[in-house]
């Protein structure tokens, strides 16, 4: 159990519908990432977090938004879905809680996201 | 750009076999190098840490060659298990930011 849990598991959502993802973490870790992998692409950074109400972007925000009101959470926003935002969804957490790169993350168990 | 490169495979062996993966780099700034596994429709799971030494856990070897910016993962005496597909992850170099991942290599062991 890496101590990052995300809700929901699995979710089918019309286009132009807002929709959140949550990720949880256990360990009051500062760094949290939030990624998407998709076929022929990989793991890609969307945004990620240093700390409460800090956070920075990634290589394809565009189209989403991020808060973290608490170190525990770190919520991942789709203001308006489309259909190119269909993904599978995974939040990260440092293994170690230092601020650096050098880290290797832990991962959630991923949202498979459908956006019709 | 193609920060981190790996051969998509698949890479078919019996069981027993030894395989090699390999990958490279393009940032020459990059400090840490990680290996993860993952399994179909599940999460990466961090398989090993990279040193420069070269460094081994069971089965695995990982080995890091700086001056060619390549990092390499053997695995001798394949299990079914090991069925996976093997990511490649280097970090930015950057303070704060996140790693950067390979696109994977998919193993298949058969018996």
């Known amino acids: 159990d890496a101590g990052i849990t995300q809700s929901p598991r699995h979710k089918v959502t019309e286009t132009g519908t807002p929709v959140t993802l949550r990720c949880h973490q256990t360990e009051n870790h500062r760094y949290m990432y939030w990624y998407r992998q998709d076929p022929g692409h990989g793991l890609r950074l969307i945004h990620y977090?240093?700390?409460?109400?800090?956070?920075d972007k990634g290589e394809v925000s565009d189209g989403y938004s991020v808060s973290r009101s608490k170190t525990e959470d770190f919520l991942l926003t789709l203001e308006s879905a489309t259909s190119s935002q269909t993904s599978v969804y995974f939040c990260?957490?440092?293994?170690?809680?230092?601020?650096?790169?050098?880290?290797?993350?832990?991962f959630g168990d991923g949202t498979r996201l459908s956006i019709l | 750009r193609k920060e981190v490169e790996q051969d998509p495979g698949p890479f078919n062996v019996p069981e027993g076999a030894t395989v090699a993966f390999n990958c490279t780099y393009s940032n020459s700034a990059s400090q840490s190098f990680f290996w993860y596994r993952q399994d179909c429709r599940k999460e990466p799971k961090l398989l090993m840490s990279v040193y420069s030494s070269g460094n081994e856990d069971g089965r695995f070897t990982a080995q890091l060659n700086r001056a060619s910016q390549y990092i390499s993962l053997l695995i001798r005496d394949s299990k079914l298990s090991d069925s996976a597909t093997y990511l490649c992850v280097v970090n930015t170099g950057q303070a704060g930011t996140a790693l950067i991942f390979g696109k994977g290599t998919t193993l298949s062991v058969s018996s």
């Open positions: 990260a957490r440092n293994r170690v809680d230092i601020g650096n790169g050098n880290q290797p993350q832990h």
């Open positions: 977090s240093y700390g409460v109400k800090d956070t």
